[in-house]
Every structure is written in structure tokens, then in C-alpha cells.
């Protein structure tokens, strides 16, 4: 990827760096959504050096990993197929960020592009993104806004409460019923994205 000026890459290496630093604290739990275990199996894993077990558990990945690609246009199975084939903890760090990055988007995306039509299904979304943020991405913009005086986590997170909020209330028997906010929810989305992207600037940007 071609990339202009030392300023660029400068914030591209400290971005890499410290996903690389967050990736050391994750573990692994039994009950959680497969993207998300898969996820966290495959960093710890390939964290302590096991790369046959993270190369293993990487199929977990897919099935995510199919809809971001197919949503977004991106590109990430064979970036994450090729770090886990070199064994390049560096890499591997940088395109599972990408698809971190991806899934809370997507799901973002995803009712966005329903018009909000399904509240339940869309709240359901909303919560799924808020879990794989606060596990996978969260301390690393944590620690970048400490580091640096910023506020990306701060961003990202009013964002989700503005987009569920966005979603209105479906009431009960026709009564406290609150249409739902397209637009409110599409800017609370869009600025998810560009706090995430200014946060790890190796993320593509989002085709809608």
C-alpha cells in the first residue's frame, strides 16, 4: 500500500503498535458469539507462540469474515491466511484489527441498509457491536487516548448509545411508540467509522 509522507507513516506504525500491544491481554471464553471467540482464540494463541492451534482456529473467522467482504468489498481472508502462514505476529495483528473494525460496522451497516425496519433485530445489533468493541478494540483506543490526550473512545462510544437511541421504541399495543431516526442513526455510524479509522488508520474504508 503506498503511503504518502513520513507524517502517514509515522501514525500507521503507532496504529500497528499498539494493536500489537492490545492483542497480549486477550484470552478466551466459552459463551460468546463464534466471530468473537474464534477472534480472541486466534490472537491468543499465535500471542504465545502457537501457530499451528491459531492457524486451526482461524476457519472460526469465515463465515464473518464472508459477510464484511461481501457487505464492504474488502479483503481479508488472505491477509489473515497469509500472517498466520509467515507467522508474522505484526501482521496477523494489523488484519485481525481490520476485521475487528469490520464487524462493528457491519453490523452497523446492516440496519442501516434495512431503513431500521426491524427494531429488535437492529437493537440486537447494536448490542452485538458494542460487546466485539469492548473486547476487541477498546483498550487499544484506550490506551492510544491516553497516550495521546485523544477521545476515539469516547467517540465510539456515545456513537453506539446515539445509534440505538436512533432506533426510537416500538411501544406496546399501538401506545409509547417512537419511530426510528435514520439520520440520526446513519451520523452516529459514520462517526463510529471515522473514529475507528483515525484510530488504526489501515482500515479501508466503508463501501456503502
Not at 83 to 99: C, Y
Amino acid at each position: 500500500m503506498h503511503e504518502a509522507g513520513s507524517g502517514s507513516t509515522a501514525k500507521r506504525r503507532a496504529a500497528l503498535a499498539l494493536v500489537a500491544f492490545a492483542l497480549c491481554a486477550y484470552g478466551y471464553g466459552q459463551e460468546q458469539d463464534p466471530f468473537l471467540g474464534a477472534w480472541k482464540l486466534v490472537a491468543s494463541e499465535a500471542n504465545q507462540g502457537h501457530w499451528d492451534q491459531a492457524g486451526a482456529a482461524a476457519p472460526g473467522l469465515d463465515a464473518g469474515l464472508a459477510e464484511i467482504e461481501s457487505a464492504f468489498g474488502w479483503s481479508l481472508r488472505p491477509g489473515i491466511r497469509a500472517a498466520l502462514a509467515s507467522r508474522d505476529a505484526r501482521a496477523l495483528a494489523r488484519e485481525l484489527t481490520v476485521a475487528g473494525c469490520g464487524a462493528v460496522l457491519r453490523k452497523l451497516d446492516a440496519s442501516e441498509r434495512e431503513s431500521l425496519a426491524d427494531y429488535y433485530r437492529a437493537k440486537y445489533r447494536i448490542e452485538s457491536s458494542r460487546t466485539i468493541y469492548s473486547e476487541l478494540l477498546a483498550p487499544a483506543l484506550r490506551h492510544q487516548d491516553a497516550t495521546r490526550r485523544g477521545n476515539s473512545h469516547e467517540v465510539v462510544w456515545d456513537g453506539l448509545a446515539r445509534a440505538q437511541a436512533a432506533l426510537g421504541r416500538p411501544g406496546f399495543l399501538g401506545r409509547g411508540q417512537v419511530p426510528p431516526d435514520l439520520a440520526a442513526y446513519s451520523a452516529a455510524s459514520r462517526e463510529i467509522e471515522t473514529a475507528l479509522r483515525a484510530a488504526f488508520p489501515f482500515v479501508p474504508e466503508v463501501k456503502r
